[in-house]
């Protein structure tokens, strides 16, 4: 197994995609106003939500995350056939929250079409503004742990992570990039864009590069499902706090899409930090830690294969 550090900061990547989604579902869509109207200010996990929900309960974001990570670790590689079908399996059980993309793919894949065809064909049939949501993005981060020592397995694996549900090119690079900084960080390492921006600047989609070139002095959006505004959040508030608490509390509270960027920020946070600077109250409140810590531990005991497969179509 890889130094206690390393270990630490990879529980954190999962921890913290659960913490930061639990805290942020309750002010989902809510305006940073009607957020302070109604909680005042969010410091940890709370009920409500809609539909109204306990303290700690997760969405989407942290069961596709951990589907992901489990389909890693039970096929020692990434295959994207087992992900997708253990996304529609998913699909099958109610859950409380499913994107908009992502059941129209879902529901392609489950009537028999190859999911790779799904999710390109759904991208192209998604109504204007529709096919570059952060639903991949949301779900990304176990490439991050598992190929955290294999840049071009990373960006590869990222990019057909995304495609599963989420073909357009923003979103599969958008995926790529957030897992490069992740993995920096698991690494012990300073989070550095400008590597990634250069070696690939002329695959990335110039919203992406636009998106990103000054994230750190332009106030993010968050009232907005798009991948790139997603992203452009998540680097604000975590590679900027000084700790899990204040970043992941700092960037629910502005409502909009708050658990995504939450869960976001809270990958990043972990990344920084590790596991052990959540919380203990939070983490014993918000479903799945467990199973994310465990998930954690078996992704860095293995060794995974190099990954360079392309999605259904090249850009």
């Known amino acids: 197994m890889p130094p206690e550090d390393v270990q ?7 921890v913290g995609v659960a913490c930061g989604d639990a805290i942020g579902r309750p002010v989902e869509f809510l305006s ?4 302070s ?65 992502t059941r129209d793919v879902l529901e392609k894949i489950a009537a028999g079409k190859d999911w790779s065809l799904a999710s390109y064909e759904a991208s192209m049939q998604a109504p204007d503004g529709r096919d570059a949501g952060n639903g991949s993005l949301m779900r990304c981060t176990p490439i991050a742990v598992a190929f955290r020592a294999d840049p071009q397995s990373l960006v590869s694996g990222s990019r057909v992570i995304s495609a599963i549900t989420h073909y357009d090119t923003r979103c599969q690079w958008s995926c790529a990039l957030f897992n490069y900084i992740v993995a920096q960080l698991i690494r012990g390492g300073k989070p550095e864009l400008t590597p990634f921006l250069q070696e ?35 680097l604000y508030h975590g590679l900027t706090a000084e700790s899990p608490r ?13 658990d995504t960027i939450g869960a976001l920020t809270g990958a990043l946070l972990g990344a920084r930090f590790g596991a052990t600077a959540f919380p203990t109250a ?3 409140t918000v479903s799945n830690t467990d199973a994310a810590i465990t998930l954690s531990q ?17 850009d």
Request: aromatic share 8%; net charge negative.
């Open 298 to 314: 078996r992704l860095l005991a293995l060794d995974f294969p190099a990954f360079s497969a392309e999605p259904y179509a090249i």
């Open 200 to 234: 690939y600047k002329h695959r990335l989609p110039s919203e992406l590069q636009d998106g990103v070139s000054n994230w750190r002095a332009t106030e993010p959006t968050y009232d907005s499902g798009y991948v790139i505004s997603t992203l452009h959040a998540a």
């Open 37 to 101: 109207e109604q909680f005042g200010t969010i410091d940890g996990p709370v009920d409500g939500g809609r539909p109204p929900r306990p303290a700690g309960t997760v969405t989407d974001d942290t069961e596709l995350t951990l589907r992901t990570a489990r389909s890693l670790v039970d096929c020692h590689r990434l295959d994207p056939e087992d992900v997708s079908a253990r996304f529609v399996d998913w699909l099958g059980s109610s859950p409380l929250d499913v994107g908009y993309l």
């Open 282 to 284: 939070w983490v014993d």
């Open 246 to 258: 204040e970043g992941i509390c700092e960037s629910v509270n502005h409502g909009g899409d708050a």
């Open 8 to 14: 630490d900061r990879a529980a954190g990547v999962l």
């Open 32 to 35: 940073q106003t009607a957020v």
